[in-house]
């Protein structure tokens, strides 16, 4: 465990001198996220002007479950997306080589080798939104439901790196499978709204055989006390069980690898 | 002691047969037809502790893909092989501890940042102490001399000293098997020299096992006194290559230049004619005559300059392959 932290402090020290370099690419994202930020808000805003309450979610639960739901991926972008979305490419073109020769996780190394510290500016700009939130609205009705939110927000970036894993994994077996991820990936923004105004079979369908509730949905639904606590139980079965499938797959996936000529 | 055994290692590649046009690619869509390539049939060879061997073979006839067997990269379809008494492609780290993959075409320095960000990746990758790390890596910048580059992004530096910086983190844990596949491509030759250089020296003052793949002849000549040569997958010779030479080079070359011309038909009596101009020709000679043909030579034509040259490696090479293609 210790040489893992020896070696995420080196990757991150690396992370900071390779960005120091862009920080004009930097700003830019963070201008574009605020911009983009602002526009999804005003569309909630002028929604409920019309009415108070969708489904049991009025437009505070409605502003802080989107909220999350950003934070969470500008977390998972800041420690794994990038190099998620990077592994069709070092299997393909059979970067993969070096990873398997070193006495290191090859999957730790694969997720964790770019650190992107451009999210930095867009996950505070997020914070600081979502305490403004909670403040105002009084959102959360006690610390410990803050302390099981966090808990289900935490399983629900292992789930999206799990999700992750499976789907680029897939690369052994096709040559570009970045069809499927950018298809995963829109499917999955739905997560950021209410899911139970759904007709109940779809919304049944969000955490059984469609599994995008789990980042985010669930978390704030039983942190705002709108879902059954039972969820706390079945999050964490799920996120252990597909962690374990995903690291499974990789390994069958690996029989496959028939790296690049030279 | 043997230090790599294999036996009867085979790997197949499957793929798919995509044809050209538009239509195919439609048809592809519902029926793909599936083929399969031996790239390496039945290798069974054994290195001992401190050898320095090379792989030869053209393009695309397995000498990668034996290597990336051999550090566990790929998973064979037949055989078996143990490298340090490990299985490679169980990837013990044990085993990845001990020994260390350079290929020519791939980096494994970060292309953003000085090398010496990646040795200090690599020190904890591999658990290197701080004071081994230290003592190795002096040792290897003095010996590579590429003190006054470590802190200059990757980038930033030529193919050449790149190469060194590669060797340099691959050495770092000080393996006792090194994998080189292609060490010197692209490179000019002064940096192909420096590193053959380093290499010769390195394996003999550390007694490491070398296993080195290249398309340069000079490589091998230069570093290797055994060679493993492999074709369509098959291994053809294994041995020393002056045995392989003696076997396969039953000529010499003569090279003259003349005072005044000299005649195609005055130069056939000493030997075939591989080139010849009005002052200038090349004559192939067998060996056990070479002496009494230019003692000849030097008495009947008006020589102004000879040389006796052994036919090079890179021929006898091209030879063995050529006659194995026809068989």
Not at chain 1, 37 to 45: E, F
Not at chain 1, 164 to 193: C, P, V
Not at chain 2, 136 to 163: A, C, F, N, P, Y
């Amino acid at each position: 465990m210790k040489k893992y932290f020896k070696i995420y402090s080196l990757l991150l020290k690396n992370a900071f001198s390779r960005d120091a370099h862009y920080r004009a690419d930097t700003i830019m994202h963070w201008a574009t996220h605020v911009i983009w930020l602002g526009m999804l808000y005003i569309l909630v805003d002028v929604l409920f002007r019309h009415t108070n309450v969708v489904a049991g979610w009025d437009k505070a639960s409605v502003f802080f479950l989107m909220n999350i739901f950003i934070l969470s991926q500008q977390i998972f972008l800041f420690f794994f997306r990038d190099n998620l979305w990077q592994i069709p490419n070092t299997i393909t073109d059979g970067r993969l080589d070096q990873y398997l020769v070193t006495p290191a996780n090859t999957i730790f190394l694969l997720v964790s080798k770019q650190i992107s510290l451009r999210a930095t500016g867009r996950i505070l700009t997020q914070m600081i939104l979502l305490i403004w939130l909670v403040v105002h609205y009084n959102l959360i009705p006690s610390i410990m439901s803050g302390i099981i939110l966090f808990f289900l927000v935490i399983l629900g970036i292992i789930v999206q790196l799990a999700h992750g894993m499976i789907l680029n994994t897939l690369s052994f077996w096709f040559l570009r499978i970045d069809n499927i991820h950018e298809a995963w990936f829109w499917f999955a923004q739905a997560g950021k709204y209410p899911l139970t105004v759904l007709p109940k079979t779809l919304w049944v369908a969000t955490y059984t055989i469609l599994p995008i509730a789990y980042q985010n949905f669930i978390p704030v639904g039983v942190g705002l006390g709108k879902l059954d606590l039972s969820f706390i139980g079945v999050s964490l079965l799920y996120t252990i069980g597909l962690s374990l499938l995903a690291i499974q797959f990789w390994h069958l996936g690996l029989r496959r690898y028939a790296s690049a000529s030279s | 002691m043997s230090i790599i055994e294999v036996q009867h290692l085979s790997k197949t590649y499957e793929y798919y047969r995509k044809q050209a046009g538009l239509l195919n690619s439609v048809k592809s869509l519902f029926h793909r037809e599936k083929l399969f390539t031996e790239a390496v049939k039945d290798i069974s060879i054994s290195i001992n502790e401190g050898e320095l061997v090379g792989f030869l073979g053209p393009n695309g006839a397995g000498k990668t893909t034996t290597l990336k067997m051999l550090s566990g990269i790929l998973y064979p379809t037949k055989g078996t092989a143990t490298v340090l008494g490990h299985t490679p492609w169980k990837r013990e780290p044990t085993f990845q501890k001990q020994f260390a993959l350079v290929m020519g075409q791939k980096n494994q320095l970060w292309w953003d940042l000085p090398a010496m960000e990646s040795f200090l990746l690599n020190k904890e990758i591999y658990e290197v102490p701080d004071a081994d790390f230290t003592k190795t890596l002096d040792e290897l910048t003095e010996l590579l001399d590429i003190k006054h580059i470590l802190d200059i992004q990757v980038r930033k530096l030529s193919l050449g000293e790149r190469m060194k910086c590669e060797l340099a983190a691959a050495l770092l844990h000080s393996p006792k098997v090194l994998f080189l596949d292609e060490p010197t491509i692209g490179l000019d030759v002064v940096s192909q020299n420096n590193i053959r250089e380093f290499l010769k020296k390195y394996n003999r003052e550390k007694k490491i096992t070398i296993i080195l793949t290249s398309h340069y002849m000079d490589d091998v000549a230069a570093l290797c006194e055994r060679v493993v040569i492999i074709n369509f997958g098959q291994l053809i010779y294994d041995g020393s290559l002056r045995a392989l030479l003696d076997k396969h080079v039953d000529h010499k070359i003569i090279e003259m230049t003349f005072t005044e011309p000299v005649t195609k038909t005055k130069l056939q009596k000493f030997g075939r004619i591989k080139e010849w101009a009005e002052q200038r020709a090349i004559l192939e000679v067998p060996k056990i005559e070479v002496k009494t043909v230019a003692t000849d030579i030097l008495r009947e034509l008006p020589v102004d300059d000879i040389l006796i040259n052994e036919i090079s490696v890179d021929d006898v090479i091209r030879n063995i392959f050529s006659a194995h293609r026809k068989r």
